[in-house]
């Protein structure tokens, strides 16, 4: 009956741990799709952008070598872009 009415709703029950796993991964699905996942390598020079770089971020790998450090962030799209730019005006 409420899929009739309400096509996209998510019929759950709170004492059914399975529903309740899935309704927590289609909230985070909800908001994780406008976000975009990139690699960034920011060098050791321009690491005053690390702080910026993980506020507006969620950096899901880090490693460094002798040049820098290599990130893959998942963050908005624009956040993302404006971090490249940034990170390029500093080589």
Not at 14 to 19: K, Y
Not at 51 to 80: K, N
């Amino acid at each position: 009956m409420l899929h009739a009415k309400y096509p996209n709703c998510i019929v759950m029950s709170a004492h059914r741990n399975d529903d309740v796993a899935m309704l927590r991964q289609a909230i985070v699905a909800f908001f994780q799709q406008d976000l975009v996942e990139a690699g960034l390598f920011l060098p050791w020079s321009a690491q005053k952008l690390r702080g910026e770089i993980f506020s507006s971020c969620v950096v899901l790998e880090e490693r460094a070598d002798g040049e820098g450090a290599f990130l893959r962030v998942r963050g908005p799209r624009q956040a993302v872009k404006v971090l490249a730019e940034q990170i390029s005006q500093t080589l």
